[in-house]
């Protein structure tokens, strides 16, 4: 199972970015999915996750700005994330399942 990150990089605060993850190597529409950061200093912890029929969850801390989606047809998982805090700033991982990780991709928040 392989996953492919994009859509990192920098942005202002109360800017906006969109995470993409697509999965090859699985079956893509029987796999529960999520996004986990890690933050400078800080553990891994998980920002939301989305069951295989598109059922999503939320940590607090993004909940009212971040949505997670997926399409099934694509292989790939999104993440948009609006009204950006510096506290986002963090390697962002595409999860498959519990045990298939992407490589991270890194979005700063900063002005």
């Known amino acids: 199972v392989q996953l492919v990150e994009s859509g990192g990089g920098l942005v202002q605060p109360g800017g906006s970015l969109t995470l993409s993850c697509t999965v090859s190597?699985?079956?893509?529409?029987?796999?529960?999915m999520g996004w986990h950061r890690q933050a400078p200093g800080k553990e891994r912890e998980l920002v939301a996750r989305i069951t295989n029929i598109g059922v999503p969850d939320y940590a607090d801390s993004v909940k009212g700005r971040f949505t997670i989606s997926r399409d099934n047809a694509k292989n790939t998982m999104y993440l948009q994330m609006n009204d950006l805090k510096p506290d986002d700033t963090a390697v962002y991982y595409c999860v498959a399942g519990i045990s298939y990780w992407g490589q991270g991709t890194l979005v700063t928040v900063s002005s």
């Open positions: 190597g699985s079956t893509f529409s029987l796999i529960h």
